[in-house]
C-alpha cells in the first residue's frame, strides 16, 4: 500500500508569498491530521479532519493559515501571506479510526517550508 | 486535560548498552499509548502499541508496558545499535481521534 504522500518535500520561498502544501492520505482513512515541527514548539497539531469535514482547527495559528479537504483523498494546507517564522517541516497524517486502530495515525514524510 | 512528559534528550549510548526511556501520563479513562520513532529526514512511524493496562507493545526488540498504577509506558531496549538513533515520542489517544505527544527525545547511540 502506498502510504501518505506530500508535496513538495521541499520550499522555498520569499516573505509574502502564498505557499500551499498537499496530502494524500491512505486510502480507507477517515481522519486527516495537518501538524508542524519546530525545534523551538516540537510537532504541534494544527487542523484535524474526519470524512473531509474539520473538526478542530484550534491549532491553526492565525487567520494566514487555512486547510481544505475537497475530497477524501487530497488536502490542502496553505499560508498566505508567508512569513520567516512559518520555517518549519509540516506533517500531514492519516488514520483508519476503526476499532483496534483508532489513534495509530500514519505519517507521511513531511514538506520543509523555508520562507526567506 | 491529558497529557504526556517524557524524559529530556539526548540521551547518548553506547552500542550493545541497555536502554530506558521514560514517559508518564495524566489522562481520565484508559486511553491507548504509543512511542512513534523519528529517523533523521523522515516522518514519523509507529513503534509499539498498549491499549490496554499490563498490556506490553513491543516491536524492533523494543518494548514498553502499560503501567496503570505508576501511569507509565517506559520504552527500554535490551541491546541497542547505531540504527536506533533517533528522536523518540511518547503519545497516549484521546477520545477525539488526537494523539496527545511528549516533547520527543532524541537518542545517539555511538559505535
Known amino acids: 500500500d502506498a502510504g501518505v504522500i506530500q508535496s513538495p518535500r521541499h520550499e522555498v520561498t520569499e516573505m509574502g508569498q502564498e505557499v500551499t502544501l498537499r496530502c494524500k492520505p491512505i486510502s480507507g482513512h477517515d481522519y486527516l491530521f495537518w501538524y508542524r515541527q519546530t525545534m523551538m514548539r516540537g510537532l504541534e497539531l494544527l487542523i484535524y479532519?474526519?470524512?473531509?469535514?474539520?473538526?478542530?482547527d484550534s491549532g491553526m495559528p492565525e487567520d494566514r493559515f487555512s486547510a481544505k479537504m475537497p475530497n477524501a483523498s487530497f488536502s490542502t494546507l496553505k499560508i498566505q501571506p508567508s512569513e520567516p517564522r512559518d520555517s518549519a517541516v509540516y506533517f500531514c497524517a492519516s488514520t483508519p479510526g476503526t476499532s483496534g486502530r483508532v489513534n495509530e495515525q500514519f505519517f507521511g514524510p513531511g514538506t520543509r517550508l523555508t520562507v526567506l | 486535560g491529558d497529557s504526556v512528559t517524557q524524559m529530556e534528550g539526548p540521551v547518548t549510548l553506547s552500542e550493545e548498552a541497555f536502554l530506558t526511556i521514560n514517559c508518564t501520563y495524566t489522562a481520565t479513562g484508559y486511553p491507548s499509548l504509543f512511542w512513534y520513532v523519528q529517523y533523521p529526514g523522515e516522518g514519523l512511524q509507529l513503534l509499539l502499541k498498549?491499549?490496554?493496562a499490563d498490556d506490553k507493545g513491543s516491536n524492533k526488540g523494543f518494548e514498553a508496558t502499560y503501567r496503570k498504577e505508576t501511569t507509565s509506558f517506559h520504552l527500554e531496549k535490551g541491546s541497542v545499535q547505531v540504527s536506533d538513533s533517533a528522536v523518540y515520542f511518547c503519545?497516549?489517544?484521546?477520545?477525539?481521534?488526537?494523539?496527545?505527544w511528549g516533547a520527543g527525545t532524541k537518542l545517539i547511540i555511538k559505535p
Open positions: 498498549a491499549t490496554k
Open positions: 503519545a497516549l489517544g484521546d477520545s477525539n481521534y488526537q494523539l496527545i
Open positions: 479532519f474526519n470524512n473531509n469535514v474539520p473538526i478542530d
